[in-house]
């Protein structure tokens, strides 16, 4: 668990709780992580399973030769993916059901990758605008991901190198940058006017060709609005931008 933000209930909340726990003061403004060892909290620097993945991440880097080794990382939790909505591109994701194995799609288990769909984002490279043709771009790594119930969206805990690149994260703790992308692997998609499946761009329908994101009238709708997006459907999340 990642604690970040200030907490000014003068020690009576779940949150203050733990803090104490952890032997914090509950004011504490700087990053932790609190993992729970048995029925005691303490605090850690970063907890082992993340610790691994960073070590990772940074062999890579230092095997491309384009940063000097590195052990500063800055964390932010952000919602890469939401359920059951269409984003700004078009693109839906369904949220589905973690007890139905049939059910799409980002709670799914998938057998093959013997992983639910909504991890596949761990291990993943965190990129800027999408530059992802090469692991050398990677500005960071993600670490977890977990759904948030409440939400209906996917939670990634982010390591951002700050040597890499000290003007993003400036721009992340200062407000500015607020706004995250995923990418993903899709292997079809469902029109949502005319339920027509594509596996590629040569198979798509006029729909979703020319009306994608947008709200389409016709035959087909009773000629009321409606909006053309992409059902998408058997996934991969390959990076967050």
């Known amino acids: 668990m990642l604690f970040r933000s200030q907490c000014t209930c003068s020690g009576r909340c779940a949150l203050a709780d733990k803090f104490a726990q ?4 509950p004011n504490c403004t700087l990053h932790y992580f609190i993992e729970r060892h048995g029925n005691v909290a303490k605090k850690v620097s970063i907890p082992e399973k993340f610790a691994v993945v960073l070590d990772s991440y940074k062999q890579a880097m230092n095997i491309q030769r384009i940063a000097p080794y590195n052990q500063e990382f800055e964390f932010f939790r952000v919602i890469g993916v939401h359920g059951d909505v269409p984003n700004t591109n078009g693109d839906m994701f369904r949220w589905g059901n973690v007890d139905d194995k049939t059910s799409p799609e980002l709670l799914r288990f998938d ?8 991890s596949t984002f761990i291990g993943k490279g965190n990129y800027k605008d999408h530059q ?3 692991v ?3 500005v960071g790594i993600l670490l977890d991901s977990i759904p948030n119930h409440k ?7 982010v390591a951002v190198d700050k040597q890499k690149d000290p003007m993003l994260v400036r721009g992340i703790n200062q ?3 607020s706004d995250v992308s995923m990418g993903a692997r899709v292997t079809y998609s469902i029109c949502s006017i005319c339920n027509k499946i594509a596996h590629n761009e040569f198979e798509y329908c006029s729909h979703i060709k020319n009306w994608k994101g947008q709200y389409y009238s016709g035959s087909e709708t009773s000629w009321q ?6 059902d998408n459907r058997r996934y991969e ?3 967050l931008s």
């Open 136 to 138: 050398v771009k990677a």
């Open 22 to 25: 952890a032997n914090l003061a």
């Open 225 to 230: 609005p409606k909006l053309a997006y992409e």
């Open 237 to 239: 999340f390959i990076e």
């Open 111 to 118: 057998e093959k990758m013997d992983r639910y769909i909504y």
């Open 151 to 157: 939400v209906k969206g996917i939670e990634i805990l």
């Open 175 to 177: 407000g500015y940058i």
């Open 132 to 134: 992802n043709d090469s």
